[in-house]
Structures are given as C-alpha cells and as structure tokens.
C-alpha cells in the first residue's frame, strides 16, 4: 500500500483566514514533504521532515507553518496569504532510512488551494 | 549542480501510436537516481519507476519502457500502443547521493492522446 492522503480536497480561503491542510500515512515512512505546484510548472519544494524534525526549509514565507505531530501527519498551517499563494499543495511520503535523498517520494493527490 | 532537461513541452499522438517521451539530465555525481511521474489531471504524482546510476538495463512494464544511456546522460520513457488514459504530464527526476531527500525534476512533458 503505496497510499498518501491529504484533505482537504479543495480549499478557498481568504487573506485573513487560518486554515490548515493535512497529509496522512501508514507506510511506515520516516520523511514527509510539503511541495507547492503552479499551473503548467513542476513541483516546489517547501519543507522535509526527517524523523518527525524539520530538516529542510526552502526559505518559505513565515506564512506557511508546518507542523509534525508524529511519523504518520503532516500539517500545513496557512496565515495571511496572498493570492499568489494559490496553487496545488502536495504531500509526500519516502523511507528514507539513509537519509541519502535518493529513496523514492511517494506522493498525495493534493489540495487545490485558492486565495482570494 | 545538478539539472534534469525535458526539451518536449507538449507532444500530441493518436491512439495506439507509439511514443518516447525525452529526459536529459546533469550530474557531476557517480551515485544517483532517476525517476519517472505521471501527473493525471486530477493532480496527484504517480510514482512509475526508479533507476540507480548503476544499472543500465532497459525496463519494460506492460507497455512502459525505460531507455537509461549514461553515456548521453539520458533516460527516456517510451509508452508503446498508447492509450487516452495515458493522457497525463510526465516528469522525469534527478536525486544525488546524499542530498538531503531532495529531488530536481524537469519542467514536465504533457502528452495528449487523441482517440
């Protein structure tokens, strides 16, 4: 079971929302990732989480808060964001035992994300 | 650094043709892996395959198959007797030993299939 979900499905939200997006699985998996898409672009890099710690920010906006709260979740806390903030959230999943990078990312079906 | 090229934007075939979709990629590493996603329209990444840098041999999955030439430095997909179903856009991937659990992905290839 190859599985990574992720609700909502679709979110509209206004500039002062707070809102959170959630990544779940049972794969047994030691690294999480939150990735941002925009239309007709591949995936971006946000966060790794290795072993329930943040090991990788990729200088994202303070806006964006993420959280680990065990080896199965992922959240992402949204604050203040802009329209430009709009687009397909993914989360992803991998053993990554040897933290070499290199194992494979197994990936969510997304959150369509608007802000208006 | 490291930098994997998708110089297809968009390809467009019609049902059961066959089609090689390219991927063209940088690394000063000897130890690295490629991969292949599909990206249906409902969004989610499909993980289709994972290579290492030392195995060369061709892989072939049903009508998929995967051409990995390390002296082009290239790692192409072909779908033979193409489906609508494979209408998607495909990227290809790069991760180099040791990098952190990041992977490098190309701009994407989207492939219609006309029926």
């Known amino acids: 079971d190859t599985e990574v979900t992720q609700t909502p499905k679709h979110l509209v939200m206004g500039m002062t929302n707070k809102k959170s997006l959630k990544c779940e699985q049972h794969?047994?998996?030691?690294?999480m990732y939150w990735y941002k898409q925009k239309a007709k672009k591949p995936p971006e890099l946000m966060f790794v989480y290795s072993y329930e710690k943040l090991s990788i920010n990729e200088s994202v906006p303070s806006r964006f808060s993420p959280e680990c709260p065990n080896s199965s979740l992922l959240n992402l806390h949204l604050h203040a964001l802009q329209p430009e903030d709009s687009a397909l959230y993914l989360c992803?999943?991998?053993?990554?035992?040897?933290?070499?990078?290199?194992?494979?990312?197994?990936f969510g079906p997304g959150t369509r994300l608007t802000v208006l | 650094a490291q930098k994997v090229t998708q110089a297809q934007t968009e390809i467009s075939v019609v049902e059961k043709e066959d089609v090689t979709l390219d991927c063209v990629y940088e690394?000063?590493?000897?130890?690295?892996?490629l991969f292949w996603y599909k990206q249906p329209p409902s969004g989610e990444l499909v993980f289709l395959i994972r290579?290492?840098?030392?195995?060369?041999q061709n892989e072939i999955s049903g009508r998929y198959s995967w051409n990995f030439q390390k002296s082009t430095s290239s790692f192409n997909f072909t779908i033979t007797a193409s489906q609508v179903v494979d209408s998607a856009v495909y990227f290809c991937a790069l991760s180099e030993w040791n990098r952190d659990d990041k992977i490098i992905f190309g701009k994407g290839t989207r492939l219609h299939i006309l029926p």
């Open positions: 290579r290492n840098s030392f195995d060369e």
């Open positions: 794969m047994g998996h030691r690294a």
């Open positions: 690394t000063r590493d000897t130890t690295y892996y």
């Open positions: 992803a999943s991998s053993h990554s035992q040897t933290g070499s990078g290199t194992d494979t990312q197994y």
